[in-house]
């Protein structure tokens, strides 16, 4: 345990990795007791060298007195798919959707063209019904893709035309 006369009280430092930021600054696995008689609860912490708030004394302390502590190797997260990054997208609503597509030269009667043009059944109701009645639209629906591609859009110009949407 780290000495220390209040609480919290960083009792355990179990992994030390370096990050983006570097410069001393770490992000530690510990495990931290919040009040007398109780259990300590391991938490994560980022701990900069200059940051003399919180438990970042007892940290820096515990590093100075254990200089030969191991480090693991800052790993960048893994980059997001074209797929996570549209799926993280925030929804339009049916206003921005119908504003984007007309500031791109697309009309509401190109977007229900495209939809008359399907096969009768039930998807094609779905979709009406959906175009219609929606109050909202998330990037990933599968309506967005299909009409998109009707209109000759590919992805990454939906996407552009989605992100510009946002503001409208």
Do not use: C
């Not at 696995?29 to 994560?44: A, N, R, S």
């Amino acid at each position: 345990m780290i000495e220390n006369s209040t609480y919290p009280v960083v009792t355990e430092i179990m992994k030390i990795t370096d990050t983006a930021e570097g410069g001393g600054t770490y992000l530690l696995d510990v495990k931290i007791l919040y009040e007398e008689g109780g259990e300590p609860e391991e938490d994560q912490y980022l701990s900069r060298a200059n940051d003399p708030y919180g438990i970042n004394p007892q940290i820096r302390q515990w590093l100075s007195e254990n200089p030969n502590a191991p480090v693991h190797a800052y790993e960048p997260p893994p980059t997001a798919t074209d797929e996570e990054i549209r799926e993280a997208m925030p929804r339009l609503t049916a206003r921005q959707l119908r504003l984007g597509l007309l500031k791109n030269g697309f009309t509401q009667a190109n977007v229900e063209a495209v939809l008359n043009a399907m096969p009768a059944g039930a998807d094609k109701e779905a979709a009406l019904i959906e175009w219609e009645y929606a109050t909202e639209y998330k990037r990933t629906h599968p309506l967005i893709a299909m009409v998109g591609a009707a209109l000759g859009l590919v992805d990454e110009q939906i996407d552009a035309m989605w992100a510009a949407a946002l503001s409208l």
